[in-house]
């Protein structure tokens, strides 16, 4: 039986330390897919996010250059804003241009997030509602995973990098996520291997990818210089010898049999 595969989002955030940078993780809740992970914050598409009137509420991006970004022939630019309203919804960090007066009112900024997770209100009417201007421009593409085919639930997933401010602390939602905390990715390697956080590949991944930049603007540079459909699907395929899980990425030896 074929699973249906869901578009996703998956959102980086990023801010600079004296020490180099950290990125934002969670901690989903036990209930629902991924539960007890540590994670980066995201989400399913919504119908919403390819709405003509949010695409008009971007900044520096249109649907056409995102698309080309992707690979894709159109819709791309629903990504861009399905990670600028999962990372509000999830954890209360909203990406807009910094001079929209709503990022000043803190309170108000909160009650927005309270009744978006209740679904008193859309994304759409908050972004009409303060004419907000979503920084698409500052969300850059950084890796694209497929869900392997053995699972129940499968999501095709694109990952982006953002630079926030870093007086900007955010905080986990506590309903789909129960922690949340800024890290190195240095630091989160290492307690994965000690044990004390339980990741997929996907987050080890690219984690070890973000370990060998200095600052998140060389990262985000990085990426940012990427041509257009420059970052290949990664479907991982798992196969059981001896007992053992072996786990095959794209362009690996045993791959293409396994």
């Known amino acids: 039986m074929n699973t249906l595969i869901k578009p996703a989002a998956t959102v980086i955030l990023m801010r600079d330390t004296d020490d180099g940078f950290e990125i934002f993780m969670v901690k989903r809740s036990p209930r629902g897919a991924f539960g007890s992970l540590h994670v980066f914050p995201g989400g399913t598409l919504d119908p919403e996010d390819s709405s003509p009137i949010l695409l008009q509420h971007c900044e ?23 990670t600028i309203r999962e990372c509000f919804e999830e954890v209360g960090i909203l990406l807009t241009h910094q001079n929209d007066p709503l990022l000043k009112d803190t309170s108000k900024l909160m009650e927005y997030r309270d009744q978006l997770n209740n679904k008193e209100i859309t994304f759409q009417q908050i972004c009409e509602a303060e004419n907000l201007t979503l920084r698409a421009n500052n969300i850059v593409p950084c890796a694209h995973w497929i869900t392997p085919v053995f699972e129940p639930k499968r999501f095709d997933t694109r990952f982006f990098l953002v630079k926030v401010d870093s ?7 506590g309903f789909e996520l129960t922690d949340s905390f800024w890290i190195s990715p240095t630091d989160a390697l290492d307690k994965m291997h000690q044990g004390e956080m339980n ?60």
């Open 60 to 82: 520096g991006l249109s649907d056409i250059e995102a698309s080309k970004k992707l690979g894709l022939s159109s819709g791309g630019l629903a990504y861009w804003i399905a």
């Open 167 to 173: 007086l900007q602390a955010g905080s986990h939602d």
């Open 199 to 258: 990741m997929i590949l996907p987050t080890i991944h690219t984690l070890t990818m973000l370990a060998v930049f200095s600052n998140s603007q060389e990262a985000f540079d990085d990426f940012n210089s990427k041509k257009d459909a420059d970052i290949p699907a990664i479907l991982p395929k798992f196969v059981k010898k001896d007992d053992e899980w072996l786990t095959f990425l794209p362009g690996e030896d045993g791959y293409a049999e396994a």
